[in-house]
């Protein structure tokens, strides 16, 4: 593994927004980068590919034992809802997608620090924007990626189990780059696999008395939804989610994944793992040195501390109330200056590809 500096294609700006590709700068901060790349040897590609499938295999576990336990209190999932998660687990609802954040140098085994399994983003960039890079800059070159065609096949899954004339609404925060470019590439990819596709708003999700709606009043059959099902949970209009009457895309037991508390029902489960880092539902002696103490529901790196000998870092937000979880510090590798994580995607539970953040 190493980085290597890149000359940026002339007009680059000008390929991305061709690509749909039009937030390379968020925030006043260059978001894309064209200076500089990854490179991987074979044998790292397939200690990534493998390690992604096991841990996605010890996250499914994580969830039996949360759903045939009950362990709603300890994952501050509402107790009202744990007959619905239950269900949608037990008739095993489709899934699309999630990305793995990992700590990997290229020696030792990828460790994990979180997944994003409900509202994952970064999506469309690793899919389809740093494809067409490779082909621009290096075209004899391979790239670990079937993020698109895996992500085309999950949707005719989805299409198999859905009525003739099925439609699956595509809902989103419309003034947040992310998230919209997110939601119109699985749409897309939706639509390639044969399914109709509606864009909807966040705040035009209406309800009848019976089921949820769009603003023509048709029926929301199924929702691909970038909106944290923690959110959903507590708020009022989100409980009409338990009449069961529409189909989630993520499904509810996502909610499990997504929340931080997973990270030591996975060391608790499968102690010493070795993709896993020590990780506690409070301070414990057993981590050691540093560590990194996480919300619950946090999101963005929100109400994050890093503490340790000789490092001390901490963000602000407005997370925490349900509680933290701590787990063991594992440095991002840097190369020439620069820290590095991986993304590693997941596509109905496969391996896909990675994105270098």
């Given at each position: 593994?190493?980085?290597?500096?890149?000359?940026?294609?002339?007009?680059?700006?000008?390929?991305?927004?061709?690509?749909?590709?039009?937030?390379?700068?968020?925030?006043?901060?260059?978001?894309?980068?064209?200076?500089?790349?990854?490179?991987?040897?074979?044998?790292?590609?397939?200690?990534?590919?493998?390690?992604?499938?096991?841990?996605?295999?010890?996250?499914?576990?994580?969830?039996?034992?949360?759903?045939?336990?009950?362990?709603?209190?300890?994952?501050?999932?509402?107790?009202?809802?744990?007959?619905?998660?239950?269900?949608?687990?037990?008739?095993?609802?489709?899934?699309?997608?999630?990305?793995?954040?990992?700590?990997?140098?290229?020696?030792?085994?990828?460790?994990?620090?979180?997944?994003?399994?409900?509202?994952?983003?970064?999506?469309?960039?690793?899919?389809?924007?740093?494809?067409?890079?490779?082909?621009?800059?290096?075209?004899?070159?391979?790239?670990?990626?079937?993020?698109?065609?895996?992500?085309?096949?999950?949707?005719?899954?989805?299409?198999?189990?859905?009525?003739?004339?099925?439609?699956v609404h595509f809902a989103r925060f419309e003034d947040h780059p992310e998230d919209l470019a997110t939601s119109e590439y699985l749409r897309d990819?939706?639509?390639?696999?044969?399914?109709?596709?509606?864009?909807?708003?966040?705040?035009?999700?209406?309800?009848?008395?019976?089921?949820?709606?769009?603003?023509?009043?048709?029926?929301?059959?199924?929702?691909?939804?970038?909106?944290?099902?923690?959110?959903?949970?507590?708020?009022?209009?989100?409980?009409?989610?338990?009449?069961?009457?529409?189909?989630?895309?993520?499904?509810?037991?996502?909610?499990?994944?997504?929340?931080?508390?997973?990270?030591?029902?996975?060391?608790?489960?499968?102690?010493?793992?070795?993709?896993?880092?020590?990780?506690?539902?409070?301070?414990?002696?057993?981590?050691?040195?540093?560590?990194?103490?996480?919300?619950?529901?946090?999101?963005?790196?929100?109400?994050?501390?890093?503490?340790?000998?000789?490092?001390?870092?901490?963000?602000?937000?407005?997370?925490?109330?349900?509680?933290?979880?701590?787990?063991?510090?594992?440095?991002?590798?840097?190369?020439?200056?620069?820290?590095?994580?991986?993304?590693?995607?997941?596509?109905?539970?496969?391996?896909?590809?990675?994105?270098?953040?």
């Amino acid at each position: 593994m190493r980085r290597e500096s890149v000359t940026p294609r002339p007009g680059w700006q000008q390929k991305l927004e061709k690509l749909g590709f039009d937030f390379y700068v968020l925030d006043g901060k260059a978001y894309w980068n064209e200076q500089a790349c990854y490179a991987f040897t074979s044998d790292q590609i397939d200690e990534l590919e493998a390690s992604t499938e096991e841990l996605h295999g010890l996250a499914l576990k994580a969830v039996e034992h949360v759903v045939s336990n009950r362990l709603w209190e300890r994952m501050r999932i509402p107790p009202a809802w744990g007959d619905y998660i239950e269900s949608v687990w037990r008739r095993s609802d489709p899934t699309l997608c999630g990305r793995f954040d990992l700590a990997y140098d290229g020696s030792g085994p990828p460790k994990l620090l979180e997944y994003n399994a409900d509202t994952p983003t970064a999506l469309y960039e690793a899919a389809v924007v740093q494809w067409y890079w490779l082909k621009d800059v290096k075209p004899g070159a391979d790239q670990f990626n079937s993020i698109h065609e895996k992500l085309i096949e999950a949707w005719r899954g989805v299409l198999s189990r859905l009525p003739p004339e099925g439609m699956v609404h595509f809902a989103r925060f419309e003034d947040h780059p992310e998230d919209l470019a997110t939601s119109e590439y699985l749409r897309d990819t939706a639509l390639q696999a044969g399914l109709a596709g509606k864009p909807l708003a966040v705040q035009q999700i209406g309800w009848n008395g019976r089921r949820f709606t769009d603003p023509d009043e048709m029926p929301i059959q199924v929702m691909s939804k970038l909106y944290p099902w923690e959110w959903m949970a507590r708020e009022e209009f989100g409980s009409h989610v338990l009449s069961d009457t529409t189909a989630f895309l993520e499904p509810a037991w996502k909610m499990i994944l997504s929340n931080k508390m997973l990270l030591p029902l996975l060391w608790e489960g499968f102690p010493n793992h070795r993709n896993l880092l020590p990780a506690f539902d409070s301070e414990h002696a057993d981590l050691g040195g540093a560590f990194v103490k996480k919300p619950i529901f946090g999101r963005e790196g929100h109400n994050v501390t890093i503490a340790g000998p000789g490092v001390f870092d901490t963000a602000g937000g407005n997370y925490g109330t349900e509680g933290f979880v701590w787990q063991a510090y594992q440095p991002l590798p840097v190369f020439a200056g620069n820290h590095a994580l991986v993304g590693s995607w997941v596509i109905e539970g496969k391996a896909a590809g990675i994105g270098m953040r």
